[in-house]
């Protein structure tokens, strides 16, 4: 059964960190490439940072280059999504996704960025 189990949200003030992990069993993680969304209320699910299987190449949306840094372990079938200097907009959930014959979704996991 495939499954991705995302972890490590909370409640942060602006300027601090979380890193976000994402657990993934049922297909080989190694083969994918994985990618981090986020969604508020009322709004689309938008793509964050996206991984290559092997971790080579990375991609971010522009408001968090530079903040942001997605990762992988093969080794652990994780990814994780370190954030830094976090600010009130990026309050969202945050959930961790493949394209395994269709696109798939992890749980969420709230973030909540807000003094």
């Known amino acids: 059964q495939v499954q991705l189990v995302e972890s490590g949200g909370g409640l942060v003030q602006p300027g601090g960190y979380l890193r976000l992990s994402c657990a993934v069993s049922g297909f080989t993680f190694s083969t994918y490439s994985m990618g981090w969304y986020r969604q508020t209320p009322g709004k689309e699910r938008d793509l964050v940072a996206g991984i290559s299987p092997f971790g080579g190449n990375t991609n971010y949306v522009d408001s968090v280059k530079g903040r942001f840094s997605i990762s992988r372990d093969n080794g652990k079938n994780t990814v994780y999504l370190q954030m830094n200097s976090l600010k009130p907009e990026d309050t969202a959930v945050y959930y961790c996704?493949?394209?395994?014959?269709?696109?798939?979704w992890g749980q969420g996991t709230q973030v909540n960025a807000s003094s």
């Open positions: 996704s493949a394209f395994v014959e269709s696109r798939i």
